[in-house]
């Protein structure tokens, strides 16, 4: 029997304003209810470098950046994300949420900008050693509900959010492009249902994964496969 373990990672998707930091936490509480050790984490950031070049990358007042530059950014901050963070807690086997992942910069950059998707992904398979999540959760929205929701909210847009809403329409179309291209790998909600009714199903998907993944709670030695194909 091996001390190994392989965990499990989680992405959370979708325009902004879909409400997945919501989804996230009520994920986390129900996994951790059942005795599973849960990393939540958060892209751009996770790690203090990631942080700071979050606030490069959002805040207005660096002047224009270019979208090559932006994509650049994002990369970079994925980059120490995959290596210092993801990738260390699924060899500790545990349970990892993030808030947006690559789907993000293909959908941002590579549709919203016009950078061109296949670009990005090539970019951001570089940047994470190709570290996939096993699910991405795509919490679909309505890009005038998400502006709706964002400006009830105290916090001013950020850069992106503050973007036209052609943008934000490219940007929803593209990442449903993405879940068609391979159902099996996504789960696809519409943001607007009710709070405790996504995450119910949110959860039925996950347990459904765990069963067949053989995660186990993180006192449990298992046989495990590498992390995402990768040594
Ligand atoms: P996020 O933290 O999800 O925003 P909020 O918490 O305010 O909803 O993401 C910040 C912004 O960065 C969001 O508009 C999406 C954008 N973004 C990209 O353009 N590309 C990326 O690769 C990522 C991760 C985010």
Sequence with gaps: MSKQRAGLFIAFEGGDGAGKSTQAARLAEALESRGHTVLRTREPGGTPIGEKLRSLVLDHGHGHIDAHTEALIFAAS????????????????????????????????????????????????????GLQPHLTVLLDVDPAVGRRR??????????????????????????????????????????????????????????????????????????????????
């Design 78 to 129: 994925r980059a120490a994300h995959a290596t210092q963070v993801i990738r260390p807690a699924l060899e500790r086997g545990e349970i990892v949420l993030t808030d947006r992942y690559i789907d993000s910069s293909v959908a941002y950059q590579g549709a919203g900008r016009g950078l061109g998707e296949d670009a990005v992904r090539s970019l951001n398979e570089w940047a994470t050693s």
């Design 150 to 231: 964002r400006t009830a909210g105290e916090a001013a847009e950020d850069r992106l959010e503050s973007e036209a809403d052609d943008f934000h329409t490219r940007i929803r179309d593209a990442f449903l492009e993405l879940a068609r291209s391979r159902p099996e790998s996504y789960l696809v909600l519409p943001a607007h249902h009710a709070v405790g009714e996504l995450a119910e199903q949110i959860l039925e998907r996950v347990e459904i994964l765990l069963a067949a993944h053989h995660a186990v709670p993180a006192d449990v030695p298992v046989h495990a496969p590498s992390v995402g194909g990768h040594p």
